[in-house]
């Protein structure tokens, strides 16, 4: 984004307008940190705003400031619709195609409002008038962070702004451990702090609140973890029967892939996961150096992401999807063992 788009939208949000904010579809901490870090800074400027969320999200992120506040579409549509309806600015946070947003791709495609993309995924579609887009960073959130501070607002970020885009950076870099946290992430990070975000809560209330039934649940991940050491490969599988089993709430299964991993000589991970409901099953996928799992779910299960993080889905049974990934690995073997 250039200085004369951020002029044009300086003069663009100079007088209060009506503004809707969309995460992607299954929105995680940093869709949802950049979406209220956003609306914070905007209903600063007494701007009428509304967070529209494709469809519900884990109640590990429910506790953000504002929270409530945001509008689910899946429940909400006829609002929604209307909300949409009336925007003079939409901005779309943490996605760039509208295929991720589910059912609200046609209301936000068709909407007359000016369109404001902020995201750093790989491959962004041309809808947005103006395209804040850069894969080199940690997260939207960090991006979100900019985006204020190139609008000469730096000093306007307070505690509820600065707790809402923390949240999003750290669950994003995998609490800043993963290669996309460089130094200037650490610099935003203090700086969030010291304009009052509380880190060490922050984290509590991310991760380390369990439920009896996810730690039970991710016992039966665990012992469903399969390792194909001639692809430096593991995978974990969860039926939807498993699910039940163990009463899944969205959100249990947040870092299960990870688990793979973690494992020595594994360089590539993926979890499927059964979902009866939508007839697909989601696949989430890690990987360690230069192999992009981006390109790997994007030829093979219609998703992507990042280089080291993505998702996608398949339309075929669990036990198809996964005899699938297996028949495919052999394609990958040189690269793989190349890392």
């Known amino acids: 984004m250039t200085n004369e788009d951020y002029s044009s939208i300086k003069?663009?949000?100079?007088?209060?307008?009506?503004?809707?904010?969309?995460?992607?579809k299954n929105p995680d901490g940093d869709a949802i940190g950049s979406s209220l870090g956003l609306y914070h800074y905007l209903k600063?400027?007494?701007h009428e705003v509304t967070v529209i969320a494709p469809n519900d999200y884990p109640d590990f992120l429910k506790w953000m400031p504002s929270e409530?506040?945001?509008?689910k579409y899946e429940l909400q549509q006829e609002d929604c619709d209307t909300v949409i309806n009336q925007a003079d600015i939409i901005f779309t946070l943490d996605f760039n195609a509208l295929n991720r947003i589910g059912d609200m791709e046609t209301p936000i495609q068709s909407a007359k409002g000016i369109k404001i993309m902020i995201d750093h995924h790989q491959q962004p579609d041309d809808y947005a008038l103006y395209m804040y887009s850069d894969v080199s960073m940690s997260s939207t959130c960090e991006m979100v962070y900019n985006f204020i501070c190139n609008l000469g607002d730096k000093d306007s970020i307070d505690q509820d702004i600065s707790t809402c885009l923390y949240t999003g950076?750290?669950?994003?870099t995998g609490s800043f451990r993963f290669p996309s946290t460089t130094s200037t992430t650490h610099k935003v990070i203090a700086n969030l702090i010291e304009k009052g975000a509380n880190n060490a809560q922050i984290h509590n209330n991310i991760y380390d609140t369990n439920t009896y039934s996810r730690l039970q649940l991710l016992g039966c991940a665990l012992s469903n973890l399969k390792v194909l050491p001639e692809y430096r490969t593991a995978y974990i599988s969860l039926s939807q029967q498993e699910l039940n089993t163990f009463n899944f709430k969205k959100g249990d299964t947040e870092?299960?892939?990870?688990?793979?991993?973690?494992?020595?000589?594994?360089?590539f991970a993926v979890i499927f996961i059964e979902n009866e409901q939508e007839n697909i099953v989601k696949v989430s996928l890690r990987s360690k150096g230069a192999f992009s799992v981006n390109e790997f779910s994007r030829a093979h299960f219609n998703g992507g992401g990042h280089t080291n993080a993505a998702g996608g889905k398949s339309d075929l049974g669990l036990k198809e999807t996964i005899e699938k990934f297996i028949s495919i690995l052999p394609s990958y073997k040189e690269v793989l063992n190349h890392e």
Do not use: A
């Not at 299960?256 to 020595?264: A, M, T």
């Open 11 to 24: 003069q663009l949000l100079s007088s209060k307008k009506n503004i809707v904010i969309v995460p992607h």
């Open 44 to 46: 600063k400027y007494n």
């Open 68 to 71: 409530t506040s945001i509008l």
């Open 169 to 172: 950076i750290m669950t994003d």
């Open 255 to 267: 870092g299960f892939v990870n688990y793979g991993l973690s494992l020595e000589g594994i360089v």
